[in-house]
T-cell receptor, first 114, second 114 residues
Framework: ETGVTQTPRHLVMGMTNKKSLKCEQH?????MYWYKQSAKKPLELMFV???????ENNSVPSRFSPECPNSSHLFLHLHTLQPEDSALYLC?????????????FGSGTRLTVV | DAKTTQPPSMDCAEGRAANLPCNHS???????VYWYRQIHSQGPQYIIH???NNETNEMASLIITEDRKSSTLILPHATLRDTAVYYC???????????????FGQGTELSVKP
């Protein structure tokens, strides 16, 4: 256990479904991140939240909608996804965006879009 | 943030030291060197970081050259559980709510063999 918990671990959804990924951190951190890792590709940073405010959106399609209701929780709402969106979605947190201590990652949600 | 270059893959015999190199010739004076690893289908795990001095913790040692243009991560006694992709990342850090993003490259795939 890293202190960052992601649910569900696995998700299969159809292209017309709406689902949400959840991330929860128990580390007292105030910055949270969503990353996407497609097969055989490096991790891609999707969204950055600092003090519950979205500070970065790296050209992510609108079918991905993040939400950060408080500093401990981060959601990624999914709708009308495409098969190429199948990937491992990773959440991370840190004590401030510039923290020397780096990021702590969850175990990820393996998403399959059918 | 500066770019890093790592060999795509390396092998190491179990029980021997694994030395993973990283080139970061364009590193700036305020950028730290970070190492993470990712065991198959899990989230990345922080290993160690440094600015200019060599660092050691319970997992590994980090040797940074005097000109800071390259570094080596050393796993002193590699085990089969150290088989993973190792990422070398440089980023600005040290400011609570400002700093560089953690951007992952392709990393080095380390295979520890019996």
């Amino acid at each position: 256990e890293t202190g960052v918990t992601q649910t569900p671990r696995h998700l299969v959804m159809g292209m017309t479904n709406k689902k949400s990924l959840k991330c929860e951190q128990h580390l007292g951190h105030n910055a949270m991140y969503w990353y996407k890792q497609s097969a055989k590709k490096p991790l891609e940073l999707m969204f950055v939240y600092s003090l519950e405010e979205r500070v970065e959106n790296n050209s992510v399609p609108s079918r991905f909608s993040p939400e950060c209701p408080n500093s401990s929780h981060l959601f990624l709402h999914l709708h009308t996804l495409q098969p190429e969106d199948s990937a491992l979605y990773l959440c991370a947190s840190s004590q401030g965006r510039g923290s020397k201590d780096g990021y702590t990652f969850g175990s990820g949600t393996r998403l399959t879009v059918v | 943030d500066a770019k890093t270059t790592q060999p795509p893959s390396m092998d190491c015999a179990e029980g021997r030291a694994a030395n993973l190199p990283c080139n970061h010739s364009t590193i700036s004076g305020n950028e730290y060197v970070y190492w993470y690893r990712q065991i198959h289908s899990q989230g990345p795990q922080y290993i160690i970081h440094g600015l200019k001095n060599n660092e050691t913790n319970e997992m590994a040692s980090l040797i940074i050259t005097e000109d800071r243009k390259s570094s080596t991560l050393i796993l002193p006694h590699a085990t089969l559980r150290d088989t993973a992709v190792y990422y070398c990342i440089v980023r600005v850090a040290g400011f609570r709510n400002q700093g560089g993003k953690l951007i992952f490259g392709q990393g080095t795939e380390l295979s520890v063999k019996p």
